[in-house]
T-cell receptor
Framework: QQQVKQSPQSLIVQKGGISIINCAYE??????FPWYQQFPGKGPALLIA?????SEKKEGRFTISFNKSAKQFSLHIMDSQPGDSATYFC???????????FGGGTRVLVKP | GAVVSQHPSRVICKSGTSVKIECRSL??????MFWYRQFPKQSLMLMAT?????????EQGVEKDKFLINHASLTLSTLTVTSAHPEDSSFYIC?????????????FGDGTRLSIL
């Protein structure tokens, strides 16, 4: 059972454009929703995270939108840059330090 | 802060060899560490939760005798792939979160690329 579904699988964006990645979860016990960025051959790096008590969180060019009733959350990358080209994973857990359930990942390519 | 180090970064060895991978939290203590496996172009799959001073908790379908986990201190967990075979070739990644600090996020190591010939 895939508890966190992520879409799209891949995304091509022009430099300066907005990258949007969506995730949906099933387990209502999830209480912590991070996004990770992974470059080839490296481990995932935490980008931004949100808890269900807020509907939006912004850090620099990265924004998470959260819809608790729909059990969906999304990552928006504003002013996308070629250096943002990477694989992005959403995840969910019952608390920040608990085991994570990952979405399938989205490969983002930002064209110059 | 919150640096997690994995060693080695890459291993190539013959079938039947046992391989040990180390995961260290460099600037914080971690009572819990996690081990993941990632195949090319796929997501991370949790293998086991490593608990300091106690037995690891394995996810369904992960062979305990195949993937031995030891968490002997608050800064070190090891994963040993015993009698490795080509199908064990994969990217293994560990993560850790700071102990006793209340809802701290997981930080990941840079992974170990294991290739079994």
């Amino acid at each position: 059972q895939q508890q966190v579904k992520q879409s799209p699988q891949s995304l091509i964006v022009q430099k300066g454009g907005i990258s949007i990645i969506n995730c949906a979860y099933e387990n209502t016990a999830f209480d912590y929703f991070p996004w990770y960025q992974q470059f080839p051959g490296k481990g995932p790096a935490l980008l931004i995270a949100i808890r269900p008590d807020v509907s939006e969180k912004k850090e620099g060019r990265f924004t998470i939108s959260f819809n608790k009733s729909a059990k969906q959350f999304s990552l928006h990358i504003m002013d996308s840059q070629p250096g943002d080209s990477a694989t992005y994973f959403c995840a969910a857990s019952k608390a920040a330090g608990n085991k994570l359930t990952f979405g399938g990942g989205t490969r983002v390519l930002v064209k110059p | 802060g919150a640096v997690v180090s994995q060693h080695p970064s890459r291993v190539i060895c013959k079938s039947g060899t046992s391989v040990k991978i180390e995961c260290r939290s460099l600037d914080f203590q971690a009572t819990t560490m996690f081990w993941y496996r990632q195949f090319p172009k796929q997501s991370l799959m949790l293998m086991a939760t490593s608990n300091e001073g106690s037995k690891a908790t394995y996810e369904q379908g992960v062979e305990k005798d195949k993937f031995l986990i030891n968490h002997a201190s608050l800064t070190l967990s090891t994963l040993t792939v015993t009698s490795a075979h080509p199908e064990d070739s994969s990217f293994y990644i560990c993560s850790a979160s700071q102990a006793n600090a209340g809802n701290q996020p997981q930080h990941f190591g840079d992974g170990t690329r294991l290739s079994i010939l």
